[in-house]
């Protein structure tokens, strides 16, 4: 069988997201077009209208449709408090503890030199100058635990600091319901080190 | 945070692909935004694309841009031989044995009633209309051998045979370069059954 051109074409494009390789980008094609042709055709409309809309707020650097995103424009939170976080995933997971009332800076990535992100790629000049505003007086940094979200909170706290900005980082310990006989070494060995009057 | 609506519909769209989850559909509208939005702009394209132009050849039911697909308009093929295949992939693998030069039906599916997938989905009409055009002698069976396909085959066999039409079945047996000591117990019975004289 020859291939006709736009199933090649749509097959092709597929396998450009991310985790989808020739043999699943086939099968979506072929089965978009057997089985969900209405589920393509939105899906077709919600890329093209994405791409079109959705750029970064000039705030908090998220992805938003309007100028400034709804949460930078909220009059009821604490614009001294700035919270630094890697994703908007990691955003709305502190978003829905309920807990932080401040504002956020959304890196979109972290440090990463081994893949070639420095500096630049994850908006470090943005981050000094929204940091820097003369309003903002902490920087929390939310970064993941991993080595890299590590490194990148270590790399920004080193730079705010010099510029006379109270930094602090989100507390590491054992997990709320944690059993201390299956929680790492490493976890535990920094909650002894950071342990607080009870 | 709250989701901007462009970016919501997006994650939307994506899970309705086979095998995207939530998760995986919002890291794939992140990854578009952040690192890849001519691939977005090229796929949601293609998708409109695709689902505009693509229907199914009039003829052997394959996908296709025209009204009747190449493989059924070249004149070098013998229109005496009609395989009957469930998906274009399979119509592929056929087409690289270089050893078929007849022509196809493409079932786009093969009966399964668990899955509530009937005579009807699979095109069975179109398939005797066309079987019994009066030039097609032989329909050979080429179904997948799991116990839909073999079901799929027993079926389509027994409807064929009762117009009058020569059909056969791919022959089943040991695999070429396979070794006996890891070939399953069934298909050395079925070689067995089927040997033939040497």
Chains 1, 2 share one sequence.
Request: charged share 25%.
């Amino acid at each position: 069988m020859k291939k006709t051109g736009s199933l090649e074409a749509l097959a092709e494009a597929l396998r450009r997201l991310p985790g989808v390789g020739p043999k699943s980008a086939q099968r979506m094609a072929y089965h978009l077009l057997q089985h969900d042709r209405e589920a393509a055709s939105t899906l077709g409309h919600a890329l093209l209208n994405a791409m079109d809309r959705i750029h970064h707020c000039s705030s908090c650097n998220t992805f938003t449709e309007i100028e400034i995103c709804e949460t930078c424009q909220d009059a009821q939170r604490d614009g001294t408090l700035l919270c630094v976080v890697e994703t908007p995933s990691d955003q709305m997971m502190i978003e829905q503890t309920l807990t932080y009332k401040g504002l956020y800076f959304v890196l979109m990535g972290r440090l990463s030199p081994l893949d070639g992100i420095g500096p630049r790629d994850i908006y470090l000049e943005r981050l000094i100058a929204r940091a820097t505003d003369g309003i903002v007086q902490e920087v929390v940094l939310a970064t993941n635990f991993t080595n890299e979200g590590e490194a990148t909170a270590h790399y920004i706290g080193e730079m705010l600091k010099a510029r006379g900005l109270k930094v602090s980082r989100l507390a590491r310990g054992v997990p709320v319901g944690g059993e201390l006989e299956y929680v790492d070494a490493g976890t535990i060995a920094r909650a002894m080190l950071d342990r607080r009057s009870a």
